[in-house]
């Protein structure tokens, strides 16, 4: 069973307006939630964490544990924003994925 | 510095013949070592985990197989490949709870 789940393969905004890319968990523990993004020729790298309740690059994302989700969000999208998003879960040793969204930012 | 390399970074191989994909770790010890599969529409599929030396933890039967000769060494290996098996391989590290991946390595089987 998928535990990290991804609704939107392909997400496109304008520069300026807000985003939200949605991540669902299946986890009856604490859960270790993160979000990694991989830009355009580069490697996949960790964007954020939910431990660590900061903001990167203007992003943050709340975890909700009664609707079991972990939305990534910001307020004013960027053209430098446009890459693949993935949410994932660790448990123990083992990392879980989503399978990711696509962000298009339109200038 | 922790650093992690991945090669070669891309491979064209017919069906039927043998993989060797490796991958090192630089700057750490002990690192749990990670392959995974990145396929377009189906996200990262983990495929084996490694927390020591001869400890495989596979999580997807297939015709694949890892082994981890040394602490720092990560090596995903077939005796025949299969189409199927094309995709983009990523090696990953991680010390408590953060992953560190490689450039990864494109497979085209043909």
């Known amino acids: 069973a998928q535990r990290v789940t991804q609704p939107e393969k392909l997400l496109s905004v304008f520069k300026g307006a807000p985003v939200e890319l949605k991540c669902n968990y299946s986890y009856s523990g604490s859960p270790e939630l993160f979000w990694y993004v991989q830009y355009s020729r580069q490697r996949l790298q960790l964007l954020l964490r939910?431990?660590s309740r900061e903001s990167i690059k203007g992003f943050t994302a709340d975890l909700n544990k009664g609707e079991t989700s972990f939305h990534l969000k910001k307020p004013f999208a960027q053209e430098e924003d446009s890459a693949m998003y993935y949410c994932a879960l660790n448990i123990g040793n083992q990392f879980y994925f989503g399978t990711g969204t696509s962000l298009t930012v339109i200038p | 510095s922790q650093t992690i390399h991945q090669w070669p970074a891309t491979l064209v191989q017919p069906v039927g013949s043998p993989l060797s994909l490796e991958c090192t770790v630089e700057?750490?010890?002990?690192?749990?070592l990670y392959w995974y599969r990145q396929a377009a529409g189906r996200g990262l599929q983990l495929l084996f985990y490694s927390v020591g030396i001869g400890q495989i933890s596979s999580e997807v039967p297939q015709n694949l197989s890892a082994s981890r000769p040394q602490d720092r060494q990560f090596i995903l290996s077939s005796k025949k490949l299969l189409l199927s098996d094309s995709g983009f391989y990523l090696c990953?590290?991680?010390?408590?709870?953060?992953?560190?991946f490689g450039p990864g390595t494109r497979l085209t089987v043909l």
């Open positions: 939910h431990i």
């Open positions: 990953a590290w991680s010390v408590r709870v953060e992953q560190f």
């Open positions: 700057g750490t010890s002990n690192p749990n």
